[in-house]
T-cell receptor
Framework: AQSVTQLGSHVSVSEGALVLLRCNYSSSVPPYLFWYVQYPNQGLQLLLKYTTGATLVKGINGFEAEFKKSETSFHLTKPSAHMSDAAEYFCAVSDQGGRRALTFGSGTRLQVQP | GAGVSQSPSNKVTEKGKDVELRCDPISGHTALYWYRQSLGQGLEFLIYFQGNSAPDKSGLPSDRFSAERTGGSVSTLTIQRTQQEDSAVYLC?????????????FGQGTRLTVV
């Protein structure tokens, strides 16, 4: 069974500050890991994904995440927050075989203060 | 269109009525997923279709929920005898699948309100 834990249901940062959204996963098989973003009244948009290879993954809008197997973590970062980054962020895991359905974390709502 | 299309975008129904939610995946995508997003439950997997294989229904919460996928393309999620706890946003996603295809593309969702 797989699971995802996102620490902090709400995170507030100032514009220009570092963004750090935490994600820890549990998986009995090598995982695929994803970060999705959801803007109000919209569907989910993929920010970035880790499948194999390089453990530091760069995504859209300046976000990146690092897969750390020893820590079972996949934290999302962005050096400098913009107002437009305010949204809900979901970390997700799927297995490498089978149906590859996503197991999501509970989400982190990011607020960016001017 | 180029993306996953879901209809209706909003649906209000009376308790006990049946509803049908439609998903039109990206052309050529063989994998299709339904998820439910509700307060307190987060995002839950409901059902998975892959090509012509039997669907994986392991996430359906009760026998009031069913889904079909016709011709390997459009999918319909049906909820019979709706209950208030069925109120949620129902999201559909599709994926090209395959060894290098790991990403699911989501539609905008259908917001279902049961009154």
């Amino acid at each position: 069974a797989q699971s995802v834990t996102q620490l902090g249901s709400h995170v507030s940062v100032s514009e220009g500050a570092l963004v750090l959204l935490r994600c820890n996963y549990s998986s009995s098989v090598p995982p695929y890991l994803f970060w999705y973003v959801q803007y109000p009244n919209q569907g989910l948009q993929l920010l970035l994904k880790y499948t194999t290879g390089a453990t530091l993954v760069k995504g859209i809008n300046g976000f990146e995440a690092e897969f750390k197997k020893s820590e079972t973590s996949f934290h999302l970062t962005k050096p400098s927050a913009h107002m437009s980054d305010a949204a809900e962020y979901f970390c997700a895991v799927s297995d490498q075989g089978g149906r590859r359905a996503l197991t999501f974390g509970s989400g982190t709502r990011l607020q960016v203060q001017p | 269109g180029a993306g996953v299309s879901q209809s209706p975008s909003n649906k209000v129904t009376e308790k006990g009525k049946d509803v049908e939610l439609r998903c039109d995946p990206i052309s050529g995508h063989t994998a299709l997923y339904w998820y439910r997003q509700s307060l307190g439950q987060g995002l839950e997997f409901l059902i998975y279709f892959q090509g012509n294989s039997a669907p994986d229904k392991s996430g359906l919460p009760s026998d009031r929920f069913s889904a079909e996928r016709t011709g390997g393309s459009v999918s319909t999620l049906t909820i019979q005898r709706t209950q208030q706890e069925d109120s949620a946003v129902y999201l559909c996603a599709s994926s090209p699948y395959g060894a290098q295809s790991t990403e699911a593309f989501f539609g905008q969702g259908t917001r279902l309100t049961v009154v």
